[in-house]
Structures are given as structure tokens and as C-alpha cells.
């Protein structure tokens, strides 16, 4: 069964600062999605990587997937407050629906 | 920009009713999915639905559940006899094509009393 894990699942850290989210997954995929969701909201399609080596950046997130070490990341460049949200990596494996499962979640809170 | 809609974005039943989650997706999308997300807890796949038929279903989508695409736009979760551990956010997406990241709905959150 595949296993999606994150860490670290909460991050509390100051605007300006730079840190990164991990998300590893226990079986071969070759897409890997990175999502984001406000308290009480939907979820919110940030980044798709659908090879490895692939490499996104909008704004001050960059993600980034190896398929080889079953990883990807997630980037935050000079945090600020409008990036607090959790953030969801989601894998799809083994399935001709594309269904994603998803890893814990990593909340993300930024302090000014 | 197109959006998926869900209805209703609260619903509150009593335990052992039958209740019917609602969603009207993208219009020229052809894969259809619900999840949920129990409060503070990961996203869980139910679902998924293409070409008029379920393509896959998960553990949790037991025999109370059971979705439909009545009318060739709306998309509907029926749970048949609610547990309070059917409590949740209920999520529906879809995309365009296989590769594309699914659009998620702002959810119905469903309370069990």
C-alpha cells in the first residue's frame, strides 16, 4: 500500500527565513502534486511534477521531485505571513484513474 | 475561471439518515472524484468515477455510500445511513485529462448528530 509521509508536520517560523518541506512516498510514481489549503477552505493546486528532476518555482515556493529517492520538496524562500496554510504533497500510483493519495499535511505558520 | 461547486456547504443530519452531497464539476472535465478530511486529519480518497461508472473505490466506500452523475452534470455522494464517524469535510474534484491536477470544490462539511 502506498505510504505518503511529510515532514515536518508543523512548522512554525519567522518572515524572512528560509526552510523546506519534505514529502517522501513508498512506491514508484511518476507524478507528484503539491496542493494548498487555508483553514476551512478547499484545496488549492500549486505545483505539478511530472518527471524527475522536475523543477517548479512560483514566487518564493520551489518544489522539486526525485523519483529515484522517492522524494520531492518544497521551498520556502524569505517566508512571509501570507504564507501561512497547510500544505499537502499528493501522489499518484498503481491507478489508471489518477486517483492522488495524499501525505498528513505540513501547517505552515509564519511569524511576523 | 471555472469553478466546481458544491451543495450544500453545511448539512447537518441526524444519525442513521440518508443524506445527499451535490457537486456540479467543470464542464469539459471527464474525471470525477470525491475525498474527505476529517477535521485537522489528511485528505482521504473515496471515489473516483469516469465515462458514467466508478473506475476505483477505497475501503471507506463501503455499501452506505454510493455516487451518480444523474443528468451528465451533476455529481452526487449519497451516504445512506450516517454514523457519526461519517462527520467530516467532503471534498469533489475533477480534471480535464489524466495528467492534469485535480480542481477541488470548497466541500460540504457534513455533521452527524
Known amino acids: 500500500e502506498l505510504k505518503v509521509e511529510q515532514n515536518p508536520l508543523f512548522l512554525s517560523m519567522q518572515e524572512g527565513k528560509n526552510y523546506t518541506i519534505y514529502c517522501n512516498y513508498s512506491?514508484?510514481?511518476?507524478?507528484l502534486y503539491w496542493y494548498r489549503q487555508d483553514p476551512g477552505k478547499s484545496l488549492e493546486s500549486l505545483f505539478v511534477l511530472l518527471s524527475n528532476g522536475a523543477v517548479k518555482q512560483e514566487g518564493r515556493l520551489m518544489a522539486s521531485l526525485d523519483t529515484k529517492a522517492r522524494l520531492s520538496t518544497l521551498h520556502i524562500t524569505a517566508a512571509v505571513h501570507d504564507l501561512s496554510a497547510t500544505y499537502f504533497c499528493?501522489?499518484?500510483?498503481?491507478?489508471?484513474?489518477?486517483?492522488?493519495?495524499f501525505g498528513q499535511g505540513t501547517t505552515l505558520q509564519v511569524k511576523p | 475561471e471555472p469553478e466546481v461547486t458544491q451543495t450544500p456547504s453545511h448539512q447537518v443530519t441526524q444519525m442513521g439518515q440518508e443524506v445527499i452531497l451535490r457537486c456540479v464539476p467543470i464542464s469539459n472535465h471527464l474525471y470525477f472524484y470525491w475525498y474527505r478530511q476529517i477535521l485537522g486529519q489528511k485528505v482521504e480518497f473515496l471515489v473516483s468515477f469516469y465515462n458514467n461508472e466508478i473506475s476505483e473505490k477505497s475501503e471507506i466506500f463501503d455499501d452506505q455510500f454510493s455516487v451518480e452523475r444523474p443528468d451528465g452534470s451533476n455529481f452526487t455522494l449519497k451516504i445512506r445511513s450516517t454514523k457519526l464517524e461519517d462527520s467530516a469535510m467532503y471534498f469533489c474534484a475533477s480534471r480535464p485529462s489524466y495528467f492534469s491536477p485535480l480542481h477541488f470544490g470548497n466541500g460540504t462539511r457534513l455533521t452527524v448528530t
Open positions: 512506491t514508484t510514481s511518476d507524478r
Open positions: 499528493a501522489v499518484v500510483v498503481g491507478s489508471n484513474t489518477g486517483k492522488l493519495i
